[in-house]
């Protein structure tokens, strides 16, 4: 099992990166799909999901009207579209796929949003 990030980087404030998630190993298209983040000193939170058909997104607060998560089940890809980042979105981002049992993590990849 494997899930790769990619994407990350320094933006400015107001700026866009757009993350990936490559999966393998698994069956993708039946996970529900997660991105989580951990900022420097801060805990690790949900930032969005998606349901296993590309329902259900969830976001949290933070992120809501900024964010977009999607997937796409044929390339077992999962994507978070980040517009209008912040300072406070400096952080380590993760994909995380899980069902039943089975809760599986990405290594992470860095977003730093700074002048």
């Known amino acids: 099992v494997q899930l790769v990030e990619s994407g990350g980087g320094l933006v400015q404030p107001g700026g866009s990166l757009r993350l990936s998630c490559a999966a393998s190993?698994?069956?993708?298209?039946?996970?529900?799909m997660r991105w989580y983040r951990q900022g420097p000193g801060k805990e690790r939170d949900l930032v969005a999901s998606i349901g296993s058909a590309g329902s259900s997104p969830y976001y949290a607060d933070s992120v809501n009207g900024r964010f977009t998560i999607s997937r796409n089940n044929a390339r077992n890809m999962l994507y978070l579209q980040m517009n209008s980042l912040k300072s406070e979105d400096t952080a380590v981002y993760y994909c995380?796929?899980?069902?039943?049992?089975?809760?599986?993590w990405g290594q992470g990849t860095q977003v730093t949003v700074s002048s």
């Open positions: 190993g698994f069956t993708f298209s039946t996970y529900v």
């Open positions: 995380s796929a899980r069902r039943f049992a089975n809760d599986y």
